[in-house]
Every structure is written in C-alpha cells, then in structure tokens.
C-alpha cells in the first residue's frame, strides 16, 4: 500500500516561513507527479504547487513567488517551501502522488496524504 507522509506544519506569524515535507514509500517516485494541496474551512481542496517527473514546476497564482516546490528522487520525498507566510494561506495541506499512463492504457493512480496544518495568525 502506497504511503504519504507529510510533515513541517505548524503555527507562524505572519510573514513568517515553514518548510512542508512529505516521504513517499512503495511508490515508483521519480515517475509521479507531486503536489501539495490545500484545503481551508468551507472552500474547496486547490491545487498550490507542483512538479513533474521532469521537475517542471506549477504554481497557483497567489504563493508565487512566496512558495516553492521541490523533490528529491534519490530519497522520495517532496518539499513545500513557503516565505512570507499569509494569514489567508491557513489551511490543511497534502501530498499528492499522480501518475496516468499513456493513452488508452486505463492506467491512474491518485495517491494522498493525510495532510498536515498550517496556520498563519498573528
């Protein structure tokens, strides 16, 4: 069974700085997509930061330039560094593993963390 284990949340000021980690085991890491996603009260899970296979990276337009996205194969692990911390940035963040093979191949795998928290108060 496929293991996400994220790490790193916690309580900051704002402008303040966390660094989110999450440890992939029994996976075929280096050939998934990773992402982190959020979840605040009431709104819908979105998508903050990801990277490819080919550590191409994507952002949502509100953590540019404030968060960055990285992964490390030879370990399995995936970080989330995020600067200068908002209050609106508060929420429950996850892992996500996802890999689609080629076309007509029915092949999907979609794997998530349990999540961690982050919270942003003054």
């Known amino acids: 069974q496929v293991l996400l284990v994220e790490s790193g949340g916690g309580s900051v000021q704002p402008g303040g700085s966390l660094t989110l980690s999450c440890a992939a085991s029994?996976?075929?890491?280096?050939?998934?997509?990773m992402g982190w996603y959020r979840q605040a009260p009431g709104l819908q899970r979105e998508l903050v930061a990801s990277?490819?296979?080919?550590?191409?990276?994507n952002y949502t337009d509100s953590v540019k330039g404030r968060f960055a996205i990285s992964r490390d194969n030879a370990k399995n692990t995936v970080s989330l560094q995020m600067n200068n911390l908002e209050p609106e940035d508060t929420a429950v963040y996850y892992c996500n593993a996802y890999f689609e093979g080629s076309e007509g191949s029915g092949v999907l795998h979609d794997f998530w963390g349990q999540g961690t928290q982050v919270t942003v108060s003054s």
């Open positions: 990277i490819t296979s080919a550590e191409r990276t």
């Open positions: 029994r996976i075929a890491f280096s050939i998934y997509r």
